[in-house]
């Protein structure tokens, strides 16, 4: 799922005739191949440059400390298939994504809807562990109009051939937690430590960003007028364009990132 390889599906939207309750959304045609798909001043925080490293190291609050060490208990979680909690956040997704649809089962060809590359999502989290599935569930409770938006691919001069909406948010999830550097000790990037202060200050903060940043990449995805080919090229526009806001002078807390405003509840 990131630049050293990995899987990918497209997916061709071909109509938009069948009925979800009230809502209409278009159907999809599922194609798998193989592709990479998949400074400002702190307060609480101190840079050191340390001989044996280029980049600076910063040290940490004990508050941003906790706060990180939290974030990655939860990155550390695998998704398991048997595991009870995980199954039921599973089929949370499900009727978050679609209210009017009875789910057949947590292996389905239904999945494909979503877009997962098969019948069993299990399969697609490894890049992303359980917490690409709370970040899905999270923007799903939160932003519901976006997500749906998202889902749906309702806004826009849309691709004949989509971006799969699951896949992509996996990739998101991978993503953000390479940009942001949250396996590493201590943040070894301004933007990672920008970060860890906007975390230590609200605990959904890596959650939050997701949302910002799917939205984004949608926006990146629409401007240019990208196809599944183009999503790498799509997710680095995104991560560049991230990274530059996280950095802003005027920016105190997520909600003031200009990519924020995009989102809507």
Request: charged share 25%.
């Amino acid at each position: 799922m990131d630049d050293r390889g990995g899987s990918f599906v497209a997916v061709r939207r071909i109509s938009q005739g069948i009925e979800r309750g009230n809502q209409c959304h278009s159907t999809s045609e599922v194609v798998a191949g193989s592709a990479a798909w998949i400074g400002r001043g702190l307060s609480c925080v101190c840079a050191q440059r340390r001989e044996s490293d280029a980049r600076p190291s910063f040290d940490l609050t004990p508050a941003q400390e906790e706060s990180l060490q939290r974030l990655q208990s939860r990155i550390d979680v695998a998704y398991e298939s048997s595991i009870l909690e995980h199954q039921e956040a599973l089929r949370a997704l499900w009727h978050a994504a679609f209210p009017e649809e009875e789910l057949g089962g947590l292996i389905s060809e239904q999945w494909k809807e979503m877009g997962w590359q098969g019948k069993d999502p299990s399969t697609d989290f490894r890049g992303g562990g359980f917490i690409s599935l709370e970040n899905l569930l999270f923007f799903a409770r939160n932003f519901p109009k976006s997500f749906q938006d998202l889902l749906r691919k309702r806004e826009g001069d849309r691709s004949l051939w989509e971006y799969p909406f699951a896949v992509a948010g996996v990739n998101i999830t991978f993503m953000l937690i390479q940009m942001l550097d949250l396996e590493a000790v201590k943040p070894r990037t301004f933007v990672g430590a920008t970060f860890l202060k906007f975390l230590s200050e609200n605990e959904s903060a890596f959650d939050l960003l997701y949302c910002i940043t799917f939205k984004l990449m949608d926006n990146q995805w629409l401007a240019m007028r990208a196809s599944y080919m183009d999503f790498n090229a799509v997710m680095k526009s995104t991560r560049r364009q991230m990274e530059r806001e996280l950095l802003l002078e005027d920016v105190m807390r997520l909600e003031d990132l200009p990519s924020y405003g995009l989102l809507a509840r």
